[in-house]
C-alpha cells in the first residue's frame, strides 16, 4: 500500500470515528440521553444498568483514523460475489458465510508515518479501545512501578512492537489512559509513589480539558475528541520520552501488536468473553507475516519441536506474526466434508518409511483472533508415528496480502492414544457383547488369514504370515507382510481381533455403558462405497455368487478375500469414510467362461479383454490351525479358490467402463446394531471399523431384531410396554430414523421375528403373554397367555411349505423361568384352519434346569431349537429339542373338517430331545465339558452359508416384501440358509467362549472373554 492509500484509509476512518466515539457521550452527559452505539445493540445485562448491557467485549480497536478490529469483510451478495456493504465478523458463522477465495479479509487501517490526530492537525498518535461495559481500571492499569516497563499496564492488554527480522518483541513504550485517568507519582511524597490521576475530562457539552500538565499532548481538538475520554475506552499514546508534548508515531518498520486477554474485567469483574489478536503497522504494511519463533528453529505449532508422545486425536495450533487470511490457511471444519482441500498448511505422517500426506481443516482461534489457528486432521492419527507440520510461504498471506515471509516446519510423534480398528467380516465374524466393569464389543476372527489390525511384534503372532496368497503374482492389491499393529494380521481363526493398541475391546466404555444385544444389519456398501473414485465398482457390476444376477450390495454368502484387507493411511477415499484398500480384484475364468458357473462368479476375458487379469485364490479349504504350507487352509464356504473384489481404478483419459463382475466391494461389512441399555440408545456402527455412524435414543430399550428383508429394527422397550420400529433401509428417505411404535404387554423383553417375516413375537414378562405383531402393517394382532410363566426367551422357526412335515405352519417356542419350554403353533385358524395360532403345550422333555437361553435351529427343516442350562449335576449343557414325529402336511384343527371324522390322535406332534453338548450327559462322539457352567447365549459360525439365495417366501400373506438377497429367513428357495459346523456357547460364570464342534462334541477352541453376554452371528434372532 502507498501513502496515497494510506492516505484514503485515514479519510474513511475519521468519519467513521465519529460515528461510533461520538454515542459516548451519552455516558458522560448524564443528562443527554445517550445514543444507541456498537455496544448498545447487544441486548441482556443488568437490569436498569444501561452503559453495561450484554457481554462484556472488545467492540472497536482503532487508530483514530481507521478500524483495526472487529474484522471486515464485504457482504456476499444473492449471487455469492462481494458486494459494496462492509460488514464487521462478529461470529465464525458471519466469516464462513461470506469468506470466499475471492473476498477475503479487509486489511487494517494502518498509522500514518507522520504524528498527526484525526483531522490532519500534528500531535500523537494513539490507539483507542472501546469496551461494552465500563473498565475496571485496576485490571489493565498497574500501579506498580515495576510495570512502568509495561507502560504502566498490567498485562491483561498487551500492545507490542514485533521486529520482523530478529523476532524480538517488547512493550511499546508510552502511556495508557481509562476515562482520562492514569497512574502519575505522587510529587507530594519522597519516594516513587504511583496514584491514579483523573489527568483528562470531558464536560457535559464534551469539551476536554487537560487537567494535569503532565498529560499535555493528550489527543483534543478534533471531532469526538470526547470520547477517548469514556470509562468504556482505554486509549494508548507512543512516548518513548516521556513527553507526551514532543508528538511521535509508533514504532516505524515493525508491527505493531495488540493482545486483549480474558484478564480485562468490566466494573462488575467479569471477564471479557472473547480475547482478540490482530496487528497493524506504521505507513504501508509491507511486513511479510511469520510462524512466532521461526528464526530460533522452535516455531509455535503446537504440538511440535520434536515433541513425543502426542495424543493421536490432536489439533494443532499454529501463531503467526499477525493476523492472517483464513481461507489461505485451509478449509472451515465441517463434519459433512470429508474432503477438505490442501492450501497453506501441509501435515504429512511416516509410517515405516513411508510418508504420505494428511487431510486437513484449518480455522481461526474465534472471530477475534486470526493471528491463531486450529489445524484439525480430517481423521485421527495413528498412534506412534511421525507428523511433520508445515506452514507454507506459496499460499498464506496477511490480511493486509503480504505473503508469509518463510515455510516453517516442525514435527511431532504421536503416542498410544485411541486403537484404530480393523476387524473382519461377516460370515467369518462372531461379534461379542461384554458387560461388567469393562463394557464393549469384541470381535471373534472365522478366517485367520486376514490383514487387519494385529500384533506386529511376537506378543500375538500374526498368522498372516502363512497365508498363501502372501507375495502371489498377480494378485491385486498385492498382498505383502504387515510392517506396523495396523496392517500386521490377526492372530488366527477363533481369536479376539485386537486393534492397534492390542485390546480386544475394539469398542469400550468410553463409547458405550453397557451391551444387551447385537444385530447384524444391511451391507456398508449400499451407503458407503469407491463409486465416486473408481468406476470400475459401480454396482452394474455387482454379482450374487449364488443366482449370477446383478445383485446391488455385499452379499452374506461370500466373505472378502482377505478378510479383511489392509488398512491404509491416509485413507484412500476419506469421503466416503473407507480406510481400506479394496478385496482382490476377482479371479479371471478362460477366455468366455460363463459368468455363472458352479457357483463361482468370475471375471470374462476375451483374448485382450477390458478387465484386467487376475490369478485363482490360493488360499482355500484346510486346516487353520496347520503350520504346513501343503495343509494350511480356511474351513471354507460356499464359494472356494476364488478372489471376489471389483477392477482397479482405471488410468487417465478413463476408458467406459466395461462388465466385469465381482461380489464384494469396500465397505465390507454391514450395519451393526448395539443396544446398550444403561444409557438408552442403540448404537449404529460400522462392523468393520468399529466406528460408531449414528445413535438412537429410546425410553428404555431391552431387547431388538433385525426383520428377515433387513428394512425394520424392532427394538421393545421396557417400561412404557413398546415396541419401536427404525428404518433399515438404506434406500429409504428416512434411513435410521424411528417410523412406527407399538403397544404390547407389561414388560416387553425378548422379540424375534418369524424368518419369513410374518409376525415379531414379543415377550411380556410382567404380564406372562406374548404379543404378536403383524409383519406388514406392524400392528397388534393377538396376544396369547397359555403355558407361559414369566417368560424369557423366545425363538421362531419357518413356515413348513414342501420341507420338514409340510406342516404349513410355523413353531415359536419361549423357554420359561422354569426351565419348561412353550410351544406356539401358527395359523391359520378359524374354519377350515390348520394351526391354532397360540400355544398348544409344553412337550415332556421340554425342561431344562437353569434354562437361560433358547436358540433356533436354522439347520433343521423340521423345527428344532437349542436351550442353554446345566444338567442334573449342575454341569453346562447345550441341548437340542427337535419336532421329530408329525403327520406329514397340514393337519385341520377340526376332527370334523372335511366331512370325515378323524381320530384323537389326528394331530398328535411329538418333540424330543435329539442331542446334547457337554455336561454328564453328552449324546456326542467326543463328550468334551463345557469350560463353565452358565451358558447366557450362543450362536453359529456362518462360514458355509446360502444367504445370497432368494428368501422362501409365506403363502399366507401377500403383502409382504423381501429382500433382495442376503434375507435373514432360515429357508432359502431349494436349501437352508445355512450349513454351520460349530457352535459357539458364551459362559457367563467363567468369561469363556466355547467353541464346540457340533458333529463331534469337540471343544475345538476356549476363548477368554471377562464379561461376555451376547454371541451375535447374522441369523441371530
Not at 494378485?475 to 494380521?489: C, F, I, K, Q, R
Not at 482377505?562 to 482382490?584: M, R, S
Not at 403327520?887 to 398328535?908: D, E
Amino acid at each position: 500500500m502507498n501513502e496515497t492509500a494510506v492516505g484514503s484509509v485515514g479519510f474513511a476512518g475519521v468519519a467513521f470515528l465519529r460515528g461510533v466515539l461520538r454515542p459516548l457521550r451519552g455516558v458522560v452527559e448524564k443528562r443527554r440521553p445517550p445514543r444507541e452505539g456498537l455496544a448498545d445493540k447487544v441486548v441482556g445485562g443488568t437490569a436498569g444498568d444501561a452503559n453495561n448491557r450484554g457481554p462484556f467485549k472488545l467492540v472497536l480497536a482503532s487508530t483514530g483514523l481507521g478500524q483495526i478490529y472487529p474484522y471486515r469483510i464485504a457482504e456476499l451478495d444473492a449471487f455469492q460475489l462481494p458486494s459494496t456493504k462492509i460488514i464487521d465478523i462478529t461470529s465464525t458463522d458471519e466469516l464462513k458465510l461470506n469468506m470466499t477465495g475471492a473476498n477475503g479479509v479487509v486489511p487494517p487501517a494502518v498509522w500514518g508515518t507522520t504524528p498527526k490526530k484525526p483531522g490532519g492537525d500534528p500531535g500523537n498518535q494513539f490507539l483507542l479501545l472501546r469496551f461494552s461495559h465500563d473498565l475496571r481500571i485496576s485490571s489493565v492499569l498497574s500501579a506498580l512501578p515495576a510495570n512502568r516497563n509495561n507502560s504502566g499496564l498490567t498485562g491483561a492488554i498487551q500492545i507490542m512492537q514485533y521486529d520482523p527480522m530478529s523476532e524480538s518483541q517488547s512493550f511499546v513504550k508510552g502511556r495508557a489512559f481509562v476515562g482520562g485517568k492514569t497512574y502519575y507519582d505522587n510529587p507530594s511524597t519522597p519516594g516513587f509513589d504511583l496514584e491514579l490521576v483523573q489527568a483528562v475530562s470531558v464536560d457535559e457539552d464534551g469539551n476536554v480539558t487537560i487537567k494535569d500538565a503532565r498529560a499535555a499532548g493528550f489527543p483534543t481538538g478534533f471531532t469526538g475528541d470526547g470520547d477517548l475520554v469514556s470509562e468504556k475506552t482505554l486509549v494508548f499514546i507512543p512516548d518513548f520520552d516521556e513527553d507526551m508534548t514532543t508528538f511521535e508515531t509508533f514504532p516505524v518498520g515493525q508491527v505493531i501488536r495488540l493482545l486483549v486477554t480474558s484478564s480485562v474485567m468490566d466494573l462488575r469483574d467479569k471477564p471479557v468473553v472473547e480475547e482478540v489478536c490482530t496487528a497493524t503497522t506504521v505507513g504501508a504494511d509491507t511486513i511479510a507475516p511469520q510462524v512466532l519463533g521461526f528464526s530460533k528453529n522452535t516455531p509455535e505449532i503446537t504440538p511440535g519441536n520434536g515433541e513425543l508422545g502426542v495424543d493421536p486425536t490432536t489439533t494443532i495450533q499454529v501463531n503467526f506474526s499477525k493476523p492472517i487470511q483464513p481461507f489461505d490457511v485451509g478449509q472451515f471444519f465441517r463434519p459433512g466434508n470429508l474432503t477438505p482441500p490442501a492450501r497453506g498448511m501441509a501435515l504429512n505422517v511416516t509410517i515405516a518409511n513411508h510418508t504420505s500426506p494428511v487431510l486437513y481443516y484449518a480455522d481461526p482461534r474465534t472471530a477475534s483472533d486470526f493471528c491463531t489457528f486450529i489445524v484439525r486432521p480430517a481423521f485421527f492419527f495413528p498412534g506412534n508415528i511421525v507428523v511433520q507440520v508445515s506452514a507454507n510461504n506459496t499460499a498464506i498471506t496477511s490480511i493486509a496480502g503480504v505473503k508469509l515471509g518463510l515455510t516453517t516446519t516442525t514435527q511431532f510423534q504421536t503416542g498410544k492414544g485411541p486403537g484404530l480398528v480393523n476387524a473382519p467380516v461377516a460370515p467369518e465374524a462372531i461379534y461379542v457383547g461384554r458387560g461388567g466393569t469393562s463394557p464393549g464389543v469384541s470381535v471373534i476372527d472365522c478366517n485367520g488369514f486376514g490383514q487387519g489390525t494385529g500384533d506386529v511384534g511376537d506378543t500375538y503372532p500374526s498368522r498372516l504370515k502363512m497365508n498363501p496368497n502372501l507375495g502371489a503374482p498377480g494378485v491385486n492389491p498385492s498382498l505383502t507382510p504387515g510392517l506396523t499393529n495396523m496392517d500386521a494380521g490377526g492372530a488366527g481363526i477363533f481369536t479376539l481381533t485386537r486393534d492397534t493398541n492390542l485390546s480386544t475391546l475394539l469398542i469400550d466404555s468410553s463409547v458405550l455403558a453397557g451391551v444387551e444385544d447385537i444385530h447384524i444389519g444391511p451391507p456398508l456398501d449400499k451407503v458407503f462405497n469407491n463409486e465416486n473414485i473408481n468406476p470400475n465398482t459401480t454396482r452394474a457390476n455387482q454379482v450374487n455368487p449364488n443366482l449370477g444376477t446383478i445383485a446391488w450390495g455385499n452379499t452374506i454368502s461370500v466373505a472378502p478375500v482377505p478378510n479383511p484387507p489392509k488398512l491404509v493411511f491416509p485413507p484412500p477415499n476419506p469421503g466416503q469414510n473407507i480406510w481400506c484398500e479394496e478385496p482382490a480384484v476377482t479371479s479371471s475364468g478362460p477366455p468366455w467362461v460363463p459368468i455363472y458357473q458352479q457357483l463361482r462368479i468370475m471375471t470374462n476375458h476375451p483374448p485382450v479383454g477390458p478387465c484386467a487379469v487376475s490369478p485363482m485364490n490360493r488360499l482355500g479349504r484346510g486346516d487353520p490351525f496347520s503350520d504346513q504350507v501343503t495343509s494350511v487352509g480356511i474351513y471354507g464356504g460356499s464359494v472356494q479358490g476364488i478372489f471376489h473384489g471389483p477392477q482397479p481404478q482405471p488410468g487417465t483419459p478413463q476408458p467406459p467402463t466395461p462388465f466385469c463382475a465381482y461380489t464384494s466391494r469396500q465397505q465390507i461389512g454391514h450395519f451393526l446394531y448395539v443396544l446398550d441399555r444403561q444409557r438408552r440408545q442403540v448404537l449404529i456402527v460400522n462392523s468393520n471399523r468399529m466406528q460408531v455412524l449414528e445413535t438412537i435414543k429410546l425410553s428404555d430399550p431391552y431387547d431388538m431384531a433385525v426383520s428377515p428383508n433387513l428394512r425394520r429394527l424392532a427394538v421393545t422397550n421396557f417400561a412404557p410396554g413398546t415396541v419401536t420400529f427404525v428404518d433399515t433401509d438404506p434406500q429409504s428417505p428416512t434411513f435410521h430414523t424411528i417410523v412406527g411404535e407399538t403397544r404390547v404387554g407389561d414388560g416387553p423383553t425378548q422379540c424375534a421375528w418369524q424368518p419369513q417375516g410374518e409376525d415379531l413375537l414379543v415377550l411380556n414378562s410382567t404380564g406372562s403373554s406374548m404379543s404378536i405383531i403383524g409383519g406388514a402393517d406392524l400392528k397388534l394382532r393377538k396376544t396369547v397367555t397359555g403355558q407361559l410363566n414369566r417368560p424369557i426367551d423366545v425363538g421362531v422357526t419357518s413356515r413348513q411349505m414342501g420341507f420338514g412335515f409340510a406342516t404349513g405352519t410355523y413353531f415359536a417356542y419361549v423357554l420359561n423361568r422354569d426351565g419348561s419350554v412353550a410351544v406356539f403353533e401358527s395359523g391359520p385358524d378359524g374354519t377350515n384352519g390348520i394351526g391354532f395360532d397360540d400355544f398348544v403345550g409344553v412337550p415332556e422333555q421340554a425342561t431344562f434346569r437353569n434354562g437361560r437361553r433358547l436358540m433356533a435351529d436354522t439347520t433343521v427343516q423340521a423345527s428344532a431349537i437349542w436351550v442353554g442350562h446345566t444338567d442334573e449335576t449342575g454341569l453346562g449343557q447345550v441341548s437340542h429339542l427337535e419336532l421329530t414325529s408329525s403327520q406329514v402336511g397340514p393337519i385341520p384343527i377340526n376332527a370334523g373338517a372335511g366331512g370325515f371324522i378323524l381320530p384323537p390322535t389326528f394331530r398328535q406332534r411329538e418333540w424330543t430331545i435329539t442331542g446334547r453338548i457337554g455336561g454328564r450327559t453328552a449324546s456326542t462322539p467326543i463328550k468334551d465339558t463345557l469350560s463353565g457352567n452358565s451358558p447366557i447365549d450362543m450362536t453359529f459360525d456362518d462360514i458355509f452359508n446360502n444367504g445370497a439365495l432368494t428368501d422362501q417366501q409365506s403363502n399366507q400373506i401377500s403383502n409382504l416384501i423381501y429382500a433382495d438377497h442376503s434375507g435373514k429367513s432360515d429357508a432359502k428357495v431349494g436349501a437352508m440358509a445355512t450349513i454351520p459346523r460349530f457352535l459357539f456357547v458364551a459362559m457367563g460364570d467363567t468369561g469363556k467362549i466355547d467353541i464346540m464342534e457340533l458333529d463331534t462334541g469337540k471343544r475345538i477352541k476356549t476363548i477368554d472373554c471377562p464379561g461376555v453376554k451376547v454371541l451375535s452371528g447374522y441369523w441371530r434372532q
